[in-house]
């Protein structure tokens, strides 16, 4: 079975910074890995996906993870943040595997990233 | 299209009576699940189909029922509504199994 640990609940950071939101996964087979934002009172959209070649993925608004095999994370990181990216951001891992857990993602608890001006 | 749609958007329920959430997709989308969503918890997956006819459970299936009865449609039934089932309920739809998943904008249930 897979699970996930985001280290941080709530990140507050300021606009125009840098962020980090990291992510640990546990598996004992190949996984995929994905992170979901969610806006308030939406559902969740892909933010990005890690499937397999390069392992650093970027988003088209901006942010980026690096799949660490060794380390097992998939830490997303922005180099400027805005207000707009206030949102709720899932890490989630999917098992590669055909079986039992097929086309299931297994999420994350969520961190709550909070952008002040 | 219309993605992935749920109703209702809001329920109450008092304990012990039952109802059925709806879920329905028109993107041909053989995955189809159903998520509940708790502060500090994230998602947790309740139950889930590869395909019409076929079902299986997730992380958290006590309580909630499922079937498959064709590709489109996905219900949750809860049997006997009990207070710890109060929570925001996702369903959602894939493609294959590395394709990202499609989520409906959720039901805010709760049970007294």
């Known amino acids: 079975a897979q699970s996930v640990t985001q280290l941080d609940s709530q990140v507050p950071v300021f606009e125009e910074a840098p962020v980090e939101l990291r992510c640990n996964y546990s598996?004992?087979?190949?996984?995929?890995l994905f992170w979901y934002v969610q806006y308030p009172n939406q559902g969740l959209q892909l933010l990005l996906k890690?499937?397999?070649?390069?392992?650093l993925v970027e988003s088209i608004n901006g942010f980026e993870a690096e799949f660490n095999k060794s380390q097992t994370s998939f830490h997303l990181r922005k180099p400027s943040v805005h207000i707009s990216d206030t949102a709720e951001y899932f890490c989630?891992?999917?098992?590669?595997?055909?079986?039992?857990?097929?086309?299931?993602?297994?999420f994350g608890k969520g961190t709550k990233l909070s952008v002040k001006p | 299209n219309a993605g992935v749609t749920q109703t209702p958007k809001f329920q109450v329920l008092k304990t012990g009576q039952s109802m059925t959430l709806q879920c329905a997709q028109d993107?041909?989308?053989?995955?189809m699940s159903w998520y509940r969503q708790d502060p500090g918890m994230g998602l947790r997956l309740i139950h889930y189909?590869?395909?019409?006819?076929?079902?299986d459970q997730g992380e958290v299936p006590n309580g909630y029922n499922v079937s498959r009865s064709t590709t489109e449609d996905f219900p949750l039934r809860l049997l006997s509504a009990a207070p710890s089932q109060t929570s925001v309920y996702f369903c959602?739809?894939?493609?294959?199994?590395?394709?990202?998943?499609?989520f409906g904008n959720g039901t805010r249930l709760t049970v007294t």
């Open positions: 959602a739809s894939s493609s294959e199994i590395d394709s990202p998943l499609h």
């Open positions: 598996s004992s087979v190949s996984v995929y």
């Open positions: 890690y499937l397999s070649g390069s392992t």
């Open positions: 989630a891992v999917s098992d590669m595997n055909y079986g039992g857990s097929q086309g299931n993602l297994i």
């Open positions: 993107m041909n989308h053989e995955y």
């Open positions: 189909s590869v395909g019409a006819g076929i079902t």
